[in-house]
């Protein structure tokens, strides 16, 4: 697995995802990006939607200080 911050979770597969209503997903690509900001409209695929939130600024914290969503 490889963590990218505001970015998916990158796993080698294939894989099995075993979602929060028990229901199993599968691909048998050789490496998956899964969702890790939920805005996915194929969760738990991720389908490159966190770019379209992102600052856009870099890996550090917004100017204002506040929390992104």
């Known amino acids: ?25 599968s691909s048998d690509r050789f490496r998956v990006a899964l969702c890790t900001c939920r805005r996915s409209r194929r969760f738990p695929w991720c389908d490159t939607s966190h770019r379209a939130r992102s600052s856009g600024a870099g890996d550090g914290p917004p100017a204002d200080g506040q929390p992104r969503p």
């Open 1 to 25: 697995m490889k963590v990218q911050r505001r970015g998916p979770l990158l796993v080698e597969g294939p894989v099995e995802v075993e979602l929060e209503d028990g229901t199993t997903v």
